[in-house]
């Protein structure tokens, strides 16, 4: 093969392996871009859910702190007058019971005072169990809520990978066509110059050649086309 | 032959072209010419990319602001229920309610006048008596304490409501940003390397043709 032909194919092959290579940089960059952003989103909800978290931490805690006074009540062995607000009847009531009897001259309220303490145990019984039932139940909500954003964190943190995933995916199977294209179309262009190249050496050879016998033209020998090469004229 | 080799396993250092003027090397080398025909491309490039952080930065600085607007509304609300968690765990801190001096300094004063009037100043019975007017006191003062707690907390549950929306608006609104950050982002990359890759083409091409023609 003469030189020419070898440099033409080495040329539009550099180009072709250029074009590639400056291809599958640009891919890598877009790729990393997307990469990027879905990196940046992901920081961002989840900023989003540990503010939301630590906002709803407080009333979380208090319905975890309840659920074993909550549980022990169910059980029935739950010390009743150890609760906050029954300690604190249990006081006021000892202390306004303390002060009558030394009005009266007594040491205490006596029976009056046993009485109504254990209608009080009897009352905070009751009155007890709502109290940490609606205490778990403020935490249950915020936990519901805890949950829901994290779970909408979760759902960003799917969406953004998948995003850059699919994308990045994208773009690499864009390199490889593209790859495959340039060299493909170059290493065509290339080979298809000896295949030029030979028919217009043949079409400069049938051009100096002197045309058929002018008898064979069709007017002369009853309509039959005169003799011509099989091959394209090429251009 | 060395340099096929190097164009086929991505080591392209330069652009390789006829040697015209010696036959005995066929090729010659030149530097990238992408980087002799200056660098507009990259300069539009970086330029679009500007366009694009800046625009991002803008979203981004909308709905922060708007965020952080919305929290700083519900703020005193949430504190208000941050601090009632406080009153429900530690009713005893809280002091007595004007309702409960009230009832307590009267009732016990009509509670004793009527026991006395009846001869049962200084009897079982008043201490009975007592005990649970004193009792039923209490437990309306624990009750009002109790409810009185808790209203505050529903109300900064529903300040927590509105925050949360507020970061979900934050969220939502910035995840469509990023999505066309990135897309745009990897947009302009890949059209600035498509396009010096058509350019590379071209030149790979032009360079073709011109040694068909030198064949000649």
Not at chain 1, 102 to 124: H, I, K, T
Not at chain 2, 164 to 184: H, I, L, R, V
Request: hydrophobic residues 30%; charged residues 15%.
């Amino acid at each position: 093969m003469a030189w020419p032909v070898i440099a033409g194919m080495v040329a539009s092959m550099a180009g072709g392996a250029a074009g590639g290579a400056a291809s599958n940089a640009a891919s890598k960059d877009a790729a990393k871009a997307s990469y990027n952003a879905a990196m940046q989103e992901i920081q961002l909800q989840k900023w989003l859910e540990e503010q939301n978290t630590a906002r709803l931490k407080p009333f979380y805690e208090q319905g975890t702190g309840a659920l074993p006074e909550m549980e022990q009540r169910r059980m029935g062995t739950w010390d009743i007058m150890s609760s906050p607000y029954a300690s604190q009847r249990g006081d006021m009531l000892s202390n306004a019971m303390t002060e009558q009897a030394a009005l009266r001259g007594n040491e205490s309220g006596g029976y009056g005072y046993d009485q109504s303490l254990r209608d009080l145990r009897s009352d905070e019984e009751g009155l007890g169990y709502e109290r940490a039932l609606d205490r778990v139940r403020i935490g249950q909500g915020n936990a519901a809520q805890t949950g829901q954003q994290y779970g909408k964190y979760a759902n960003a943190l799917s969406g953004a990978l998948q995003q850059s995933g699919n994308l990045q995916g994208q773009l690499r199977q864009s390199t490889a066509n593209q790859n495959q294209q340039t060299m493909g179309n170059s290493i065509n262009t290339a080979a298809g110059y000896p295949a030029a190249n030979y028919l217009y050496n043949q079409r400069q050879n049938m051009m100096s050649q002197p045309m058929s016998d002018p008898s064979t033209y069709p007017s002369q020998n009853g309509g039959y086309a005169p003799q011509r090469p099989l091959y394209s004229w090429g251009n | 032959m060395g340099f096929l080799k190097d164009i086929t396993s991505g080591g392209f250092k330069g652009l390789i072209v006829p040697d015209y003027k010696n036959k005995n090397s066929i090729i010659s080398t030149i530097a990238d010419p992408m980087d002799l025909f200056g660098s507009r491309a990259g300069r539009t490039r970086d330029e679009i990319s500007d366009i694009n952080n800046a625009t991002l930065s803008a979203q981004d600085k909308a709905q922060r602001e708007a965020y952080l607007r919305q929290l700083e509304l519900q703020q005193p609300y949430y504190d208000a229920g941050v601090n009632a968690l406080t009153q429900l765990s530690n009713p005893g801190e809280m002091p007595f309610s004007e309702q409960y001096q009230n009832d307590f300094t009267q009732g016990t004063r009509s509670l004793n006048r009527s026991l006395a009037s009846m001869g049962k100043f200084n009897s079982s019975d008043a201490d009975q008596k007592l005990g649970q007017f004193y009792n039923q006191l209490s437990g309306e003062e624990m009750g009002r304490r109790y409810n009185n707690a808790l209203a505050p907390i529903k109300i900064a549950q529903n300040a927590m409501g509105a925050s949360n929306q507020a970061a979900d608006t934050y969220g939502q609104g910035m995840s469509s940003a990023y999505q066309n950050f990135g897309t745009n982002s990897a947009q302009n990359a890949l059209s600035y390397g498509q396009n010096r890759a058509d350019t590379y083409n071209t030149i790979g091409q032009s360079l073709n043709s011109m040694a068909q023609y030198y064949g000649r």
